[in-house]
C-alpha cells in the first residue's frame, strides 16, 4: 500500500512539474501571391484527384486589397475544370493568404454539369501571367497604371474556339464590363492579340 501511495505520488509530482512557459504562437505566414502557371500546376493536381479525366477550361485571379494583382501575381486564383467520363466540372480556390472566406492552400468547390466544348490541354499554357501582364504593360496597361496606381489587374484564361487559341485577359478595373482596358494576350505563343476596350 505504502509503495502504492509512493509511485502515485511521484506521478502527480512528475506530471505537474512541467515547464510554466507556453510555446510562443505561430506567427501568421506572409501572404505568398503566385503567378496564374504556378498557381494553375497546383489547382490541376487536385482536379485530377477528383477526376483523373479533368482538363481545364478556365482560371481567374481575383484582386484583393492587399494584392492588387499588379506583376501578374494574385493571392487568390480559381480553376474550372471538366470531366467528360462524369459530364460534370469543378472549381477549386487556391489562397495564397489565410482568411474567413479562404483558407490558405486548394480547396474545391462544388460540382456542377458541363458541357464539352471549350476546355484546353495544359501543354497550351505556356506564357504566364507575368509575361502576359508585361504585355499588356505596352499596349496600353503602362499609361493606366501611371494615371492612377491603385488600379486593380486581374486575369482570365480561357480557350478561344473562333481562333483556336489559349487566350490570357489581362484586365484593369475592376471587372471585366467596366474594365479600363482589357488586353488579350497569346498564351502560347506571348504575342498581342487586341485590346477588347
Known amino acids: 500500500m505504502k509503495r502504492l501511495a509512493l509511485v502515485l505520488l511521484s506521478l502527480a509530482v512528475a506530471s505537474?512539474?512541467?515547464?510554466?512557459?507556453?510555446?510562443?504562437?505561430?506567427?501568421?505566414?506572409?501572404?505568398?501571391?503566385?503567378?496564374?502557371?504556378?498557381?494553375f500546376q497546383q489547382l490541376f493536381?487536385?482536379?485530377?484527384?477528383?477526376?483523373?479525366?479533368?482538363?481545364?477550361?478556365q482560371l481567374q485571379s481575383q484582386a484583393?486589397?492587399?494584392?492588387?494583382?499588379?506583376?501578374?501575381?494574385?493571392?487568390?486564383?480559381?480553376?474550372a475544370f471538366a470531366s467528360a467520363a462524369q459530364s460534370s466540372s469543378r472549381s477549386y480556390v487556391w489562397s495564397g493568404v489565410e482568411s474567413q472566406d479562404t483558407?490558405?492552400?486548394?480547396?474545391?468547390g462544388t460540382q456542377d454539369s458541363y458541357m464539352p466544348g471549350n476546355s484546353f490541354e495544359m501543354a497550351f499554357l505556356k506564357v504566364d501571367s507575368d509575361q502576359a501582364f508585361d504585355v499588356a504593360q505596352k499596349?496600353?496597361?503602362?499609361?493606366?497604371?501611371?494615371?492612377?496606381p491603385d488600379?486593380?489587374?486581374?486575369?482570365?484564361?480561357?480557350?478561344?474556339?473562333?481562333?483556336?487559341?489559349?487566350?490570357?485577359?489581362?484586365?484593369?478595373?475592376n471587372g471585366r464590363n467596366d474594365a479600363?482596358?482589357?488586353?488579350?494576350?497569346?498564351?502560347?505563343?506571348?504575342?498581342?492579340?487586341?485590346?477588347?476596350?
Open 103 to 108: 483558407p490558405r492552400g486548394v480547396t474545391p
Open 64 to 79: 484583393r486589397p492587399d494584392s492588387k494583382g499588379k506583376d501578374g501575381k494574385a493571392l487568390l486564383w480559381r480553376g
Open 139 to 148: 499596349h496600353g496597361g503602362e499609361k493606366i497604371l501611371q494615371e492612377n
Open 16 to 39: 505537474g512539474c512541467t515547464s510554466g512557459s507556453n510555446p510562443p504562437p505561430e506567427k501568421p505566414k506572409p501572404a505568398e501571391p503566385l503567378t496564374g502557371r504556378s498557381a
Open 180 to 197: 479600363k482596358l482589357v488586353a488579350d494576350v497569346d498564351a502560347s505563343t506571348g504575342l498581342f492579340l487586341r485590346k477588347e476596350k
Open 151 to 173: 488600379t486593380p489587374v486581374s486575369y482570365f484564361l480561357d480557350w478561344n474556339r473562333s481562333e483556336n487559341n489559349l487566350v490570357w485577359h489581362v484586365i484593369y478595373g
Open 45 to 57: 493536381i487536385s482536379a485530377r484527384g477528383w477526376a483523373p479525366d479533368a482538363r481545364p477550361y
